[in-house]
Each structure stands twice: as C-alpha cells, then as structure tokens.
C-alpha cells in the first residue's frame, strides 16, 4: 500500500512569518507533528510519502502513485484541505480527511471519502481499512471509546521531513488542559485532565530526532505543559540530564498557563532543562473580560508581575491577546496598547474573539441567538457573532491597535525591555548552527544596509551586544521576526481591515422592478 500524506497549505498568518522564511533560509516554521507521528502508526510494509504544501508544490503524479491520500490540517488550512481533496478525487484516488478541522467540521469535506475524527492513538485499523476500501467502514469515523493514553503514541516519523526547510522541530508530552477558558478548544478536542507521556517516551523522541542529525529548536506543542504539575518535575530532570550526555543539541519552547510563574522551582528546571521561551495566553487587562472567559487563572495574580518573574527567571515570553469579549468597551484598545507597552514581550499577537465550533463560546452564543456562520480562521474581517460593541467599531479599533504595536519603534522597544531584564545566563544556553552565520549575513545586508528601517537593526543589535555578545543571535533572529510582523501589519493586515470597513459602510444595493413584492436580496449582516 502506497499512502500520501499531506500538509495542506497555511495563509499568511502572525505566527506563519511568511516574511522572515526567506531571511532564515527556510520555507516554514513548523513540521506537521501530527501527519508524521499518523505515520508512525501505519503499518511498517507500507510505502509513505509526506508533502508538506509549505515546502513543496503538490503534482498529480504524486497523486497517481497512491493508492491513499491522508490530508489532516487546523481550520485555517481548510481551504488548501478541500483543494487537495478535490484534486484527489478527480484522479480517483481514495482520501481520508482528518485533524481538528475535519473533527471540527465533518461535513466541510464532502470530497473526502472518509473523514476522522478525534485522535489516532488506538484507532489505526480503522484508517488501515478505510484505506483499503473496506465497504464495511462507515464514511464518518467517529471515536467510540474514551480518550487513548499518550503511552499509545509512537515516535514520529522525522525522517520522512525534509527538516533544513523549517525554523524548528516538534514534539509533544502532554494533551489536553485543567482550565475551562470559553473560547478555547483545546477542552473540547482533548479533555480537562491532562494525559502525558512517560519521561523515557519523550527522551526516546528527542534521541530519535538527535540521531537525524537535526540540532536546534524544538517545540514542545502541547496547549498547556504545566497542565499535569507532577508529570512535568518528572520530566525536565531527565530532560536535563540528557542535554548535558549529549551536549544540548536542542533549545525548547512551549506553551503554558501564566500560573507557571507562581512556581519558581519549576521555572529554574525549565531553564535548565533548555526551554528559553513560552507562550501565555495573556489575553486581556479587564479583569471582566478575563472573569467573562472563564480565565480564572489570569484573576489570581498580577499578570504583569508574573510576565516579570518569567522574563528575569530567564524564560521570554510570547504573548495572546484577544479583544472584542462581551464585557470590552471602545476604551479596551487603548488599554491594550498601554498594557502590551508595559510588558517584556516583542511577540504580542492579537487577536479578535472568535467563536470556535464546539467550545463553550461557541455554545452559549447559539443559544442568544447570536451565531452568525463558521469560523474560518480569518482574524481581519468581522467576528462571526453578533457582538456587544458592534463590528465597525471593534475592526476600526482592531486596526488601530495592531498599527500602534506593530509600529517599528513600539516593537523594538519592547525587544530592548526585554533585553534590560532577562540574565545574561538567559542566552548560554542559545543553539548556534552553521547556517545562523548565513542568515546573520543576510538579516546585515537586507535589514542593516537595505531596509529603510536600518536604524533600528543596529540600535538592537547595539543593546544586545552591551547586555551579552551570545544576545547578538537572539536580536537578530527578533529583528528578522520583527520583519514580518511590521510588514504583515502594514502591507496585509491594516488594508485588509480598511476593505472590510469600507465594505462595512457601503449601503447596500437597492433592487427594483427585478423580483416579485418579497423576494428581494436581504442585507447583509
């Protein structure tokens, strides 16, 4: 059996950094953990092909010479999902659609011939006899059983990736997370209760990914890696120890609740263990809006001093925010940008509210009757709700904030408040590969001879050399960051706000003499 699996193609994207790629040398951020840790549970006789749509072009010879197509991707990639699909179909060549979009959205994929949903672990024969064509395998599957343990999950297959072409690798520990936040999905895809791996199933993936030759970043994927405290003290001292035997080939990051700042002995063992950034959902400086989200645990400490603590503990923090809650007023723009100014964090992402298919939000809005359609991942057009501020004004405001944060000057100013406060120890433990010079080089001559905000280059790098000279990689690789960022703000995102408001304001065209008394076009919502 010949299977192909397929990464579908992501927009330009915040996080994507389409922009920076080219000065790094590589064609994307990150690896499709999931396709390959699913073929790692295919059987071994089998042919698998991986084509990741961010690296390479997908031909249709490719298509012709499987005799399945595997296509698994998030919401965003639903669009590049359904091309695949499609494409696949015409050739006639049998697909399974799968991940959280197909779990999300089943019926979005009427070109697949099966759809999965939920997770692999524990379910292999089913996508062994989906592939096979087997006429007893119903067209939707569905999991009938409770959640697999992480114990079920094999090591990925890393060395179907092509792993030079991307910024970092990825692994995962842990599933699922303990709090409730009312926008999240994480819940509602992998439950409250944390499921982990075991400390030598980890390290078996770090030395499967060690022994490709890979040396570098790794991120650790899970939604929150604090979710299960005690699994993870049992974690990192290993982590640890095995960094040092093999002369710590890997810097990681993650993701995790801000919590994590009230436990400085679990900050240090992540430090040690290699783990120099995290993101936080920070989200919002109205303890209303957090109250409303169900984000208790952002109400139980000062979020600013607890962003402090992680920065001089030695961890930067990349930051969530999201604005348009039922409880934010016109005054939450401006609060937002006084917040993020106040805060050590060069990667403040924001967002609009979205209600997500499944979460609670999702639930309670349906049931006000305030549901517009589906989410399609778009941040930059109006929410698919109803909301309480009402759209002109929450896109108006959006554009604004995002223009104030992404201004060349807000962002180099929050890199240089990070730099005053995290240790100079924070950067011994920065991987430097060959291929840093290359990019080194470029980042000089684009950035620092080119770019008419050059000035701001040398001025970082300056503040980086005084601090530390390893901080000089770290500047760099955030001026390069800061590249996209500035320009997906200016060349994307701003005027895609403004065609929408201008849509927004357009009166909508009036019909006469066309249909019958009743049977004209409604406006749009």
Known sequence: MRALLVNPLFPTTYWGFQHALPLAGVRSSLPPLGLITVAALLPREWQIRLVDLNIEPLSDAEILRADVVLVGGMLVQMPSMQDVLSRTRALERRTIAGGPAATALPDRFADADHVFLGEAEGRVGEIVRAARGDPRVPRLLRPTGGSPQMSESPVPRFDLLDRDRYISMAVQYSRGCPYACEFCDVVELFGRIPRVKEPERVLAELEALRATGYRGSVFFVDDNFIGNKRGVRELLPPITEWQEVHGRPFEFYTEASVNLASDPPLVRAMVEAGFSSVFVGIESPSEDALRDAGKKQNLRMDVGEAIDSLTRSGLEVMGGFIVGFDADGPGIFEAQQEFIASLPVPLAMVGLLTALPGTALWRRLESEG???????????????????????????????????????????????????????????SRILRARDLVTFLRAVVYLGLWRARRGDFWRLLGRALIRAPRAISWAVAHAIMGEHLIRYTREEVLPKIGRELARMRRPAPVKTGLLPQGCGSRRSP
């Open 370 to 428: 305030r549901l517009r359609d589906l989410s399609s991942g778009d941040q930059f057009s109006r929410p698919n709700f109803e909301t309480r501020m009402g759209d002109a004004r929450l896109l108006a405001g959006y554009r604004d904030l995002l223009a104030s944060i992404y201004s060349p000057e807000a962002y180099r100013r929050r890199c240089e408040a990070y730099l005053d406060r995290i240790p100079r120890r924070g950067f011994a």
